[in-house]
């Protein structure tokens, strides 16, 4: 059964400890603060930073090596806020502690958090990794000792961006750059292997200085070196590199685990698809296009001026075979004809005119645009495709999720692709990424500061030039299962389709690749080899469960976090060590020192946990020898609410649990209490330590 907890408000309370007293948060930064105190978190020193890659083809496995410098003299907890490039899977977290690196382990999110939380108020060396979203990371350290390091290893792999036939590489070398004072050292060493011949190879960003080597080591294989010193990054670093290709091409690779894998006996491959480098006009599949655009009210501004830049941009992607539409949508649908026309001048004229005078007004009424759009002359010979954009919800007409995706599936009677594109925060994800995987196509969400003109003109550089649709994959004699992404996309010039699985037998199998170019049928075939012996790459089960888990992360944004998808989410993520929005890495040493080690010398009050709270929490104090304690609760006027304790004790560690009671036992109020120890010791002496905690109701 799946376990409550509320992830949303989960991570906005892990970002508010942090973001509160800031007002703002820089990507790539640590900050620090002395242990058990609540004062505003300051920049940590990030000393060195190594990172090494390794490439084959698409696939780069990434290991990032860093050395925090805790300054201050006294004890700190830091905490890391860094991106990772968007298709990144962390698949390891090292930590090093007296001299020994210890190796986390997933486990699920609350009880990760707990788990960090109970070592640290036992003074333990925990570190805690967790998924912000966004592809955004919070790692959290603590204890860190005065004046010292601490070290970590964060392992990721990733599927490269491919696009218009370049492979894009980037290191995330700009996360840094929020360091106090410039690092000793930042280098950075990959690898770079392709089966076939690079035809291009190179660095946008360091190219040409001193601090970077690239070193042709033959036809299929580059060397990168990056390196400097007492150096501020200020930018990313970038690979783009291409390789030759004459036809459609389909790579098979697989991976059968060992039993130290502890993934089970199953056995995974992925196959990618690609076009050729070049694609002439008679290889381009003539395409039938609607833009859908969102121009109500919600829209005024500067979104309608991107809006019109992203519509002049469509016109340049169509060729002379094309036909397109654009109907646009407040609270009535407006088209700029009655039906699809073909892009000849005269018509592409007409339509600029069209884009320039329109304006925002009205409500947001979805169901009906959609509707319109699939009403056009779409026909099979062409690549049939919508691209829909919106601001926000349907708020006139039909307004439910459910009844406006089912009501786009039964009108789409000729197979057409959607392509949805969500402007902002207040969009509605659950409805686009339905209507969008529903219908063949994909959903993709434009940030607020986004260049929506660039985006969507990218978008419409990809699909210009349709090579492939109507994608099957058949490998016959082979026994698969759970194949993901689901369905095949259609394959464009400039973009790749892939496809990964499961499979039970093994041995030789043609892998036939059935497709349509147009209105005739089209087959590739491969020969794949299926082993069951153990080896192979070792990533294909880790893309695998990525590609399932996004597949379930989707499910979830439109139904909810039902209990069935929240469980395969945290299965999937337990058994493949993968971070997700629902689980976290979590490291301390394994060997836990004895009490004697662990116990500081001095009397220690810690805060209560967890704070705010509700219905209890728990007080700990330490005691450096035996004496008398009183433990008092007051609120904030000075009046007693209730003793906790009265009594002898011994030195060391104490644990208390106050649940929101007076005296009487009654339910006190929610607000701020102060809680106070009295210690004395055994030279009459008395210590009083106070503290304030929060009960919320």
């Known amino acids: 059964m799946m376990k409550k907890w509320a992830i949303k408000s989960g991570i906005v309370l892990l970002l508010a400890a942090i973001l509160w007293p800031q007002h703002t948060f820089a990507i790539g930064t ?23 890659t390794t490439i084959e083809g698409q696939i780069a496995t990434t290991v990032v090596h860093q050395v925090f410098r805790n300054e201050m003299n006294t004890t700190v907890e830091a905490v890391w806020l860094f991106p990772l490039p968007e298709n990144a899977v962390v698949v390891e977290l090292q930590y090093e502690f007296n001299g020994k690196w210890y190796k986390g382990a997933i486990t699920e999110r609350q009880e990760a958090r707990q788990e960090y939380e109970e070592r640290l108020r036992w003074y333990l060396d925990p570190a805690l990794l967790e998924y912000m979203g966004d592809n955004m990371y919070r790692l959290s350290i603590a204890p860190i000792n005065a004046n010292s ?22 290191f995330k070398l700009n996360a840094v750059q929020m360091s106090p004072k410039p690092l000793q050292r930042v280098s950075f060493s990959g690898v770079f292997k392709s089966d076939s011949p690079f035809t291009a190879f190179r660095s946008p960003t360091h190219e040409g ?4 080597s690239i070193t042709k ?28 290709r004459d036809d459609v091409e389909m790579n098979v690779i697989r991976y059968s685990p060992t039993a130290e894998d502890s993934i089970g006996t199953d056995s995974y491959y992925a196959i990618w698809i690609l076009p050729p480098d070049d694609v002439g006009d008679d290889q381009v599949i003539p395409k039938k296009i609607v833009f859908t655009a969102d121009v109500s009210s919600s829209m005024e501004g500067e979104r309608i001026e991107q809006l019109k830049q992203a519509l002049q941009e469509f016109f340049k992607y169509l060729q002379t075979d094309d036909m397109f539409n654009i109907i646009t949508f407040g609270t009535t649908t407006f088209a700029f004809k009655e039906d699809l026309v073909a892009a000849s001048p005269e018509n592409l004229e007409d339509a600029s005119r069209f884009v320039t005078e329109i304006g925002a007004l009205g409500l947001t009424d979805i169901d009906t645009a959609m509707r319109k759009s699939l009403e056009q002359s779409f026909s099979e010979g062409y690549a049939n495709m919508i691209v829909f954009m919106t601001d926000g919800h349907p708020t006139w007409g039909e307004t439910g999720v459910p009844t406006i995706v089912d009501n786009i599936k039964k009108a789409n009677t000729k197979n057409v692709k959607i392509f949805s594109f969500g402007v ?21 969400f434009i940030a607020e500061d986004d260049d929506i003109a660039k985006i969507i003109g990218n978008h419409f550089k990809r699909i210009s030039k349709p090579v492939l649709t109507d994608l099957d994959i058949k490998i016959p004699g082979l026994s698969i299962s759970d194949p993901f992404p689901k369905p095949l996309a259609d394959l464009f010039w400039g973009s790749q389709v892939r496809q990964m699985g499961i499979y039970k037998n093994a041995g030789t199998f043609p892998v036939f690749l059935t497709a349509s170019i147009g209105d005739k049928q089209v087959s590739y075939e491969s020969q794949g ?8 790459h070792r990533f294909v089960p880790r893309l695998w469960a990525k590609a399932k888990i996004d597949h379930l992360l989707d499910e979830i944004a439109i139904y909810g976090e039902l209990n069935e998808l929240v469980d395969q989410v945290i299965e999937l993520s337990l058994k493949f060590q993968i971070l997700t929005p629902y689980t976290s890495f979590y490291a301390d040493p394994t060997v836990i020192r004895n009490k004697s080690e662990m116990q500081p010398e001095d009397f220690v009050l810690f805060q209560n946990y967890p704070n705010p709270f509700n219905p209890s929490t728990t007080i700990t104090f330490h005691l450096p020898e035996n004496g008398f304690v009183t433990l008092k609760i007051f609120d904030l006027t000075g009046r007693l609410v209730c003793t906790l304790l009265r009594e002898q004790k011994n030195a060391g560690f104490h644990v208390l649990q106050w649940f929101g009671t007076d005296a009487s036992g009654q339910k006190v109020a929610a607000g701020v209490y102060l809680y106070q120890i009295e210690f004395t010791n055994s030279g009459g002496e008395m210590l009083v330590l106070t503290k304030k905690m929060s009960l919320v109701k």
């Open 30 to 52: 640590i900050f620090s603060r002395p242990l058990w105190e609540t004062k505003t978190y300051n920049k940590m020193w990030i000393k060195t930073v190594d990172a090494n």
């Open 149 to 170: 390091d601490v070290q970590t290893k964060i392992t990721y792999v990733e599927l490269l961006p491919y696009e218009f036939g370049v492979v894009d590489f980037t």
């Open 209 to 212: 200085t001193t601090a970077m």
């Open 217 to 244: 080591d033959n036809p299929q294989q580059y060397t990168v070196i990056f390196g400097d010193e007492n150096f501020m990054p200020d930018k990313d670093l970038q690979i783009n590199f291409e390789t030759r």
């Open 424 to 444: 902002g925060e207040d969009v509605s994800k659950p409805l686009l990424v339905q209507m969008s995987t529903e219908n063949g196509g994909y959903a993709e």
């Open 529 to 536: 080899i299926f082993p069951d012996t153990p080896g192979g």
